[in-house]
């Protein structure tokens, strides 16, 4: 399951979640955005239980975006502990994602 962040929850889901947290900067705009969606809904389902899969708006939580320097996007950011210890974007490969979440 996907879970959608804004400033109001990113606390409690991101900075306190016992999971480590794959999240998502996307943008409904982007064409490639759109191009990474299955994968991103195959990552939620099949790491259920194991890792959280957030997703966040530039557009509609733009202090995030800014807090992490969000230019590009989809980018993708793996928190443990609330510390984000990995990042990448543009398009990636599904096993780019399960690396990042696994390490």
């Given at each position: 399951?996907?879970?959608?962040?804004?400033?109001?929850?990113?606390?409690?889901?991101?900075?306190?979640?016992?999971?480590?947290?794959?999240?998502?900067?996307?943008?409904?705009?982007?064409?490639k955005c759109a191009m990474m969606a299955d994968i991103v809904d195959d990552l939620a389902e099949e790491y259920d239980g194991l890792v959280?899969?957030?997703?966040?708006?530039?557009?509609?939580?733009?202090?995030?975006?800014?807090?992490?320097?969000?230019?590009?996007?989809?980018?993708?950011?793996?928190?443990?502990?609330?510390?984000?210890?990995?990042?990448?974007?543009?398009?990636?490969?599904?096993?780019?994602?399960?690396?990042?979440?696994?390490?």
């Amino acid at each position: 399951m996907k879970v959608r962040v804004t400033g109001k929850n990113y606390s409690q889901e991101v900075l306190r979640s016992r999971l480590p947290v794959l999240v998502e900067f996307f943008a409904v705009w982007c064409a490639k955005c759109a191009m990474m969606a299955d994968i991103v809904d195959d990552l939620a389902e099949e790491y259920d239980g194991l890792v959280k899969v957030c997703q966040i708006d530039i557009d509609e939580s733009v202090d995030l975006a800014s807090e992490f320097d969000i230019e590009i996007v989809p980018t993708f950011v793996v928190f443990r502990n609330g510390k984000p210890v990995s990042a990448a974007n543009g398009v990636l490969d599904k096993q780019v994602l399960v690396e990042m979440m696994e390490t």
